[in-house]
């Protein structure tokens, strides 16, 4: 490991900065060492510590109880450890489960560099095959995407899912928001098989972005997607719509879109991630009348009983076999934005003030 090391820190809201770290001691039985070589940016997430809009800074978390409850946060600035899209060479290795100039995988936070325990750090290592950038979906970002194609596979069969394609083969899939995790799952339910694939998205950029990588993108400013959808996609009298919808769009007025687009007893896949609420998803019209159902698909559990088969190694599996099958339009039509980490404390406060005009952000 270098003996400069530096880590980005959210001091307190709209405050960043880049913080030298000491050298560590040389690496014991079992660690390793690791450089970043890129740090993709997750802008829901991490732009949340920077907004000061994360539910943790606010409420405590029990996670007995399963609640946030009343009381001093658990967490509070400076935030040390956030992002979870990092790519890693191994420089210094005391373990058989590295070798010295590995690419892997991990969620060790925006930092230039990581000492690591291979029995208490998750890793993905990568394929020599695989475009390095790639690898930053491969630890969190994809798996998040796969289970949300696991949560659609349990919902029809249970416990006994055997495959992503369970839930999406031949079925009709919306897909709201063309950001990343929106992309990815959609790509994912075209490489598995889906009937339809159609993304509502309301950005220029993401539409062409969609349709760059061959994916079908309708703008809701323009038409109303419930009606276009649903006057596509007719099961029977009285039924219409998708079959699936994922929700990949972290604001309420995209779940109640969802929830328009589904037909009668159809479920919404939840993949996002709501920090100032939902007031305006309303249960007594489209929730109610047409019998539906929302899953929140997060990455901290598979469904119910299927552990067993299911955990987060086969779903990074899946990731890398996404990678393979699309890696190249991924490379070039999502990864839009590169930055040097020493620009991530002005770059980070720059985007929590502003939108971003581009895609996937990775520093170098």
């Known amino acids: 490991m270098s003996d400069r090391a530096f880590t980005v820190v959210v001091e307190r809201r709209g405050v960043v900065t880049l913080r030298e770290e000491p050298?560590?001691?040389?690496v014991r039985d079992g660690q390793f060492d690791v450089e970043t070589v890129f740090s993709g940016l997750s802008a829901g997430t991490d732009l949340s510590w920077v907004k000061g809009t994360n539910p943790a800074?606010?409420?405590?978390w029990?996670?007995?109880?399963?609640?946030?409850?009343?009381?001093?946060?658990?967490?509070?600035y400076p935030i040390d450890k956030f992002g979870y899209m990092q790519v890693g060479r191994v420089t210094t290795s005391a373990t058989p489960a590295v070798q010295q100039g590995d690419l892997v995988a991990m969620t060790y936070g925006h930092r230039s560099a990581y000492r690591a325990d291979?029995?208490?750090?998750?890793?993905v290592r990568l394929p020599d095959s695989l475009e390095p950038v790639l690898g930053i979906f491969a630890a969190h970002m994809g798996p998040i995407c796969a289970n949300g194609l696991l949560h659609a596979a349990a919902d029809v069969h249970g416990t006994d899912v055997r495959s992503l394609a369970d839930g999406v083969r031949g079925r009709r899939i919306a897909i709201i928001g063309a950001g990343i995790v929106g992309l990815l799952t959609a790509l994912f339910a075209r490489f598995h098989g889906a009937g339809s694939v159609v993304l509502v998205e309301p950005?220029?950029?993401?539409?062409?972005?969609?349709?760059?990588?061959?994916?079908?993108?309708?703008?809701?400013?323009?038409?109303?997607?419930?009606?276009?959808?649903?006057?596509?996609?007719?099961?029977?009298?009285?039924?219409?719509g998708a079959d699936v919808v994922f929700q990949c769009r972290g604001q309420?007025?995209?779940?109640?879109?969802?929830?328009?687009?589904?037909?009668?007893?159809?479920?919404?896949?939840?993949?996002?991630?709501?920090?100032?609420?939902?007031?305006?998803?309303?249960?007594g019209?489209?929730?109610?009348?047409?019998?539906?159902?929302?899953?929140?698909?997060?990455?901290?559990?598979?469904?119910?009983?299927?552990?067993?088969?299911?955990?987060?190694?086969?779903?990074?599996?899946?990731?890398?076999?996404?990678?393979?099958?699309?890696?190249?339009?991924?490379?070039?039509?999502?990864v839009t934005d590169y930055a040097p980490l020493s620009e991530a404390p002005q770059t980070l406060v720059r985007l929590a003030s502003s939108r971003h005009d581009g895609l996937q952000l990775v520093f170098t």
């Open 62 to 76: 029990d996670p007995e109880l399963g609640l946030f409850m009343a009381g001093t946060p658990d967490v509070g």
């Open 118 to 123: 291979s029995l208490t750090d998750r890793f």
């Open 252 to 283: 309420a007025s995209a779940l109640a879109l969802a929830l328009r687009l589904l037909r009668p007893q159809g479920t919404v896949i939840d993949l996002a991630f709501y920090p100032g609420g939902s007031e305006d998803v309303r249960l």
């Open 23 to 26: 050298a560590p001691p040389p």
């Open 203 to 240: 950005t220029p950029a993401r539409r062409r972005i969609a349709a760059a990588l061959g994916l079908e993108a309708v703008d809701p400013d323009d038409v109303d997607p419930a009606v276009v959808l649903k006057s596509r996609w007719r099961h029977g009298a009285g039924d219409r």
């Open 57 to 60: 800074l606010h409420r405590r």
């Open 285 to 334: 019209e489209e929730f109610h009348h047409n019998g539906l159902s929302v899953r929140c698909a997060q990455i901290g559990r598979v469904p119910r009983g299927t552990s067993h088969l299911w955990d987060r190694e086969r779903l990074s599996a899946e990731t890398l076999a996404l990678l393979a099958a699309y890696g190249d339009d991924i490379a070039r039509h999502v």
